[in-house]
């Protein structure tokens, strides 16, 4: 019977050691993807693709103009999102990020009240199709 016993003790132990479910994904390995502006702070619509070369593509359209495709790179330190467009120039501020079920929310370095949402969503077609390439961004920003 404390044969049983210990066999039963020895499965429980080795049952809870293994793993549960999926590992945890670092903040950077969750910004991968495409994602979309539900909430800005300024009129206008966002799209945006972070790579795992840490590349980005920005298709942002403010007011009623036209699309505009901005490239660059992008790092994440710890909860912090920087990046430089491909001609050099950094982003007009660092960002804040928190991410959770599939939301991102932005906070700005350099004003706490410029907070963006983005949600996971597929880049539109015609917005890839149809946007007007920037080499760089002195009015970019989220």
């Known amino acids: 019977m404390k044969k049983i016993l210990y066999i039963l003790c020895a499965l429980l132990v080795i049952a809870g050691c293994g793993k549960s479910g999926e590992e945890k994904k670092t903040l950077t390995e969750q910004l991968y993807g495409e994602w979309h502006s539900t909430s800005l702070t300024v009129s206008g619509d966002v799209y945006i693709n ?3 070369a840490k590349t980005f593509e920005l298709y942002q359209k403010i007011g009623e103009g036209a699309y505009r495709l901005y490239r660059g790179t992008w790092n994440v330190e710890e909860d912090l999102l920087a ?3 491909n001609d050099g ?3 007009a ?3 804040r ?3 959770e079920d599939n939301k991102m929310t932005m906070t700005s370095m350099n004003d706490a009240s410029e907070v963006t949402i983005y949600t996971a969503a597929m880049i539109p077609e015609d917005v890839i199709r149809a946007c007007e390439v920037v080499v760089k961004s002195a009015e970019a920003g989220f």
């Open 50 to 52: 972070f790579t795992e």
């Open 89 to 91: 120039e950094a982003w």
């Open 83 to 85: 990046g430089k467009y």
């Open 97 to 99: 990020i928190k991410i």
């Open 93 to 95: 501020s660092a960002y």
